[in-house]
């Protein structure tokens, strides 16, 4: 009976580090997520604005996305366009390196899942979030 | 009690015929004739491009006359529950005149109407405030008949009505100007139009094509042939400013064109157009309507300036390439021509032209190239430039013969000079499959100085050289390979460089693999050039499975031995302290309390420390292993010093503060 608890417990054990093993750390930091975070941060005190004011979105494939040019006057338009557009190549590169640095190039499509999830829950209210292909206000 | 008189009838009006049920309703109410009313029912009318069903006309005794339509087509526009209200109805056997008229959609532009039956002759004026005027002349019988309509500070909103949702829709600005129109029994036949946009703006649903504060000139005239129209057209756009996704352009611009329009294609015979510091582009243009699709195009510029041209016409369409940040100088002549739904020739002139990235990546100075691109004849083009810059590093002048067919670019030899060597290249070819570019060559490396190279790349100087035989390097899906060996000989000894491998080369995070093999580098000269403490001897040093990205160490399994042979092998105290102060403060303090401080050198038999890179983790080993304590310099000669580390696991970025001399905690001890 002892040894029949030990091995359950031997087995529970494997079992729980077998799913270890397996969980990905987006946490996780390399010189290349660092260098993605900067880029992104500092981007990120350009983008607030057009966040804020709605022309700018997050969406639910974890990019952003220029929902309403209107909201932005008109000279600022292609600098939105710009911003966008560099933000989401290192959206796309950040998953990327997660997946890589995890040592599972395979995952980033979880990875970048998960991250759509975060940032819409981290979006701070009035930000508009895309949820089921249509847009609302957080 | 009630009397009803129902009339057939035919009502000819504008010249049209007009056919429909006319019931004329006339009620007389019982009571006071005072009170009398005129209803008059109409199923419907039915012209050319117009009709009009369920028409109610109500005629009230003191002279005015509501008109209801529940549905009204006009010009491919469909109003639906039209009410027009006349103050002052007229209708006789002469005319019919409507004062004081007001439509319901549009309540603050009263207008007035009259049409007399025996000239055929219409006028219709609607004025509102702020002079604002929409006047229509029209006389049906002169032959051919034609019709002027006069704006006055027309508010261009008035439009929007008017024009297709998927267009932009105007939202403020006045229009000034005049329209004629001539036609006979077919239609219309000649168009006029002068037309001024004072502070016009529009924008459609979603933003991406819109105009603020347009300002500007258009004339148009236009004749039809049987089927066939001939246009001609000057646009002045003298102020502003437009985006079309991706463009942004502001006022400054006109264009000049003509060409012809049968219905279904639209031509461009000869056009130029003025685009403000840049210069003056001709081109023609063959365009479907219907599928909107450009069938046939050229354009020619000559002498284009290519900061400005570059900047507002090119890059907004770069924003996902390497190109995004670069900044173009100089000048070009421009030949594009497309046909069949590709572009056939490509033919670019440059003149002491500049291309530099702004993230300093790359630059290119002085380049004067001719390149004659056709899509299915094999062409040469000569490019040569003065002087750039890649990665940091100088590039010297040079000239190159490519090769060129289609999407195919061959470069048989080209050379590239680097500081004071050249990277001799031969076989080049970039050549696209399924839209993506990839492309190889081989080349050869002749010697570069290291002091030199050092220098440009902001090292500490170091002597020898680079040099290198490349077998072949290539590039495809966003990764850069090198097949073969770099040899660098640096501190009199030897570095290989191979399997060297780069993924994503022009993104944010740059990723680059491979091993390095270093072979009896000289001690003396790598820590003379390091300031590390004097160490006399040799020492092999290998780097496998290096990993950088952002050019910064990820993971890698390195090893550094002392080297094979009989050679002098001194270690100063310095180094000896700098080498105790990688495991912490107390090791260099441990040294200068003991008796060893009077000694300026001692002897050592063997240098020799590893380390394994994994997760920013430093696996440490060293010459000798006993347990958890490892030996880094083991003693020899007289009078020796034995180094032991006895931390294994060091934080790699705290390694690179240690060796930054910031010294905190004591593992290392000296014997």
Same mark, same amino acid.
């Given at each position: 009976m002892n040894n029949l608890i030990k091995f359950c417990f031997a087995l529970f054990v494997l079992c729980v580090s077998a799913t270890a093993s397996a969980q990905v750390n987006i946490e996780i930091n390399t010189?290349? $997520?660092?260098?993605?975070? #900067?880029?992104?941060?500092?981007?990120?005190?350009?983008?607030? /604005?057009?966040?804020?004011?709605?022309?700018?979105?997050?969406?639910?494939?974890g990019m952003v996305?220029?929902?309403? %040019? =209107?909201?932005?006057?008109?000279?600022?338009? #292609?600098? $939105? =366009?710009?911003?966008?557009?560099?933000?989401n190549q290192d959206r796309k590169a950040l998953y990327a390196e997660i997946a890589h640095a995890n040592a599972h190039p395979e995952w980033e499509g979880d990875i970048r899942n998960t991250f759509a999830q975060r940032w819409i829950q981290r979006a701070q209210a009035g930000w508009w979030v895309q949820s089921g292909g249509g847009w609302s206000k957080k | 009690m009630l009397n009803k008189t129902i009339i057939y009838t035919i009502i000819r009006l504008l010249n049209f015929c007009l056919s429909g049920l006319l019931s004329f309703c006339l009620l007389f109410l019982s009571a006071p004739l005072y009170a009398v009313q005129i209803t008059l029912n109409v199923a419907d009318v039915a012209a050319p491009s117009f009709t009009a069903r369920g028409i109610k006309v109500v005629l009230a005794q003191e002279g005015s006359a509501e008109f209801n339509i529940d549905e009204l087509h006009l010009a491919g526009q469909t109003w639906r529950k039209?009410? $027009?209200?006349?103050? /002052?109805?007229?209708?006789?056997?002469?005319?019919?005149?409507?004062?004081?008229?007001k439509l319901d959609a549009i309540p603050d532009l009263p207008f007035t109407f009259s049409y007399e039956f025996a000239s055929q002759r219409l006028e219709l004026r609607f004025a509102a405030k702020a002079n604002e005027l929409w006047q229509v002349s029209a006389d049906f019988r002169a032959q051919p008949w034609r019709a002027t309509i006069l704006l006055r500070n027309a508010q261009s909103k008035r439009l929007a009505d008017l024009l297709s949702p998927d267009w932009p829709l105007p939202t403020q600005g006045a229009l000034n100007g005049t329209l004629m129109v001539h036609g006979d029994k077919t239609g219309v036949s000649q168009i006029n139009a002068d037309l001024q946009l004072a502070d016009v703006a529009a924008a459609d649903a979603s933003g991406l094509h819109a105009a603020e504060k347009l300002t500007g000139t258009l004339h148009v005239d236009a004749a039809r042939t049987g089927q066939k129209w001939d246009w001609r057209g000057a646009l002045d756009w003298q102020g502003g400013e437009l985006f079309w996704q991706p463009l942004y352009l502001r006022g400054g611009h006109t264009l000049l064109a003509s060409g012809q329009w049968d219905g279904a294609q639209l031509k461009v015979t000869q056009a130029v157009a003025n685009l403000p510091g840049v210069g003056k582009v001709e081109l023609n243009a063959l365009w479907d309507v219907k599928k909107s699709n450009l069938l046939e195009g050229r354009l020619v510029g000559k002498n284009l300036t290519l900061a400005k041209g570059f900047t507002d016409y090119a890059k907004p369409f770069l924003e996902k390439s390497a190109l995004s940040a670069t900044e173009l100088t100089g000048l070009a002549d421009v030949d594009w021509q497309y046909l069949n739904g590709a572009t056939q020739a490509l033919l670019v002139k440059l003149r002491?032209?500049?291309? $530099?990235?702004? /993230?300093?990546?790359?630059?290119?100075?002085?380049i004067n %190239?001719?390149?004659?691109?056709?899509?299915?004849?094999?062409?040469?083009?000569?490019v040569a430039f003065a002087d750039g810059e890649l990665m940091g590093l100088p590039l010297g002048a040079t000239q190159w013969q490519m090769q060129m067919r289609g999407q195919d670019f061959i470069l048989p030899t080209a050379t590239l000079p680097i500081l004071d060597g050249k990277l001799e290249v031969s076989d080049f070819r970039m050549h696209s499959v399924n839209d993506m570019w990839q492309w190889n060559f081989s080349s050869t490396l002749t010697s570069i100085s290291m002091q030199k190279l050092s220098a440009a790349l902001h090292w500490p100087e170091m002597h020898g050289s680079l040099s290198g035989s490349i077998p072949k390097v290539s590039y495809q899906d966003k990764l850069l390979k090198v097949d073969g060996t770099?040899?660098?000989?640096?501190?009199?000894?030897?570095?290989?460089? =191979?399997?060297?491998?780069?993924?994503?080369?022009f993104g944010r995070a740059p990723r680059l693999s491979g091993n390095l093999d270093m072979r009896e580098l000289d001690l003396d000269l790598l820590t003379r050039t390091f300031s590390f403490g004097n160490i006399q001897g040799r020492i092999d040093l290998g780097v496998n499975n290096l990993e950088l990205v952002s050019w910064l160490p990820v993971r890698f399994d390195a090893k550094l031995a002392s080297s094979p042979g009989k050679y002098r092998k001194r270690i100063s105290q310095k180094a000896v302290e700098n080498i105790s102060s990688l495991g912490g403060a107390g090791g260099v303090a441990a040294l200068q309390r003991s008796f060893l401080r009077i000694f300026e050198t001692f002897g050592y038999e063997r240098i020799g420390l590893s380390c394994a890179l994994r997760n920013d983790i430093c696996t440490m080993a060293g010459v000798e292993d006993n347990g958890n304590a490892y030996t880094i310099v083991k003693g020899g000669g007289i009078p020796a010093i034995t180094v032991i580390g006895y931390n294994r696991k060091v934080g790699w970025s705290e390694l690179i503060t240690r060796l930054k001399r910031v010294s905190q905690d004591n593992k290392a001890v000296i014997k």
């Open positions: 010189p290349g $997520v660092v260098a993605l975070k #900067q880029s992104m941060q500092t981007r990120h005190t350009q983008l607030a /604005e057009f966040y804020a004011s709605g022309a700018v979105g997050l969406t639910s494939d996305a220029l929902r309403d %040019a =209107n909201a932005v006057p008109l000279a600022a338009r #292609q600098k $939105v =366009n710009g911003l966008v557009a560099a933000e | 039209v009410h $027009v209200h006349c103050s /002052e109805f007229l209708l006789s056997s002469t005319r019919v005149t409507c004062d004081k008229g002491d032209v500049a291309i $530099v990235d702004g /993230e300093k990546r790359f630059a290119l100075h002085g %190239a001719d390149i004659p691109w056709h899509a299915q004849v094999q062409s040469v083009a000569h770099l040899l660098f000989r640096v501190f009199d000894g030897t570095v290989l460089a =191979n399997h060297l491998e780069l993924l994503d080369p």
